[in-house]
């Protein structure tokens, strides 16, 4: 019984340490590079999300996103994305300074062209004074 059980919780160890292999030849697309929020009512909601598609043979990873602003929030597709399949990489703005903006996302992923840079522009209207 010792010995099942030693087994079970060595299989387990090592398939929880496993890391997947990527090569570092990835191709990566995105339906843009620039997104325009246009202008934003102050304190609102303001969310867009960029397309990424893996036109490549083999397994495109998004390993981290970095943004030029505290203000802006990434959240991506963390699992391996498969040859001819996408995810995707949504930004949320924080609308509580008022005024234009221009904010670069800077994309690492397993490619030689990594990274590649993400906009997002727009102004957040000042508050109403009541």
């Not at 083999?58 to 802006?72: E, M, P, Y």
């Not at 959240?75 to 903006?101: A, C």
């Not at 397993?110 to 522009?121: D, H, R, T």
Request: hydrophobic share 30%.
């Amino acid at each position: 019984m010792k010995h099942i059980l030693y087994t079970l919780c060595l299989f387990a160890f090592i398939s929880c340490t496993t890391q997947v292999v990527t090569e570092k030849n990835a191709s990566i697309e995105f339906n843009n590079t620039m997104f325009d929020f246009k202008t934003i009512p102050y304190k609102s909601d303001a969310e867009c999300t960029f397309e990424v598609k893996n036109p490549g043979k083999t397994l495109l990873v998004i390993h981290n996103i970095k943004t030029s602003c505290g203000c802006t929030k990434p959240k991506w597709t963390k699992k391996p994305i498969l040859p001819g399949k996408e995810g995707s990489i949504t930004i949320k703005y924080d609308t509580n300074h008022p005024g234009r903006f221009r904010r670069k996302i800077t994309v690492y992923y397993n490619g030689p062209g990594s990274p590649v840079e993400l906009y997002i522009k727009g102004a957040v209207s000042f508050p109403e004074k009541g």
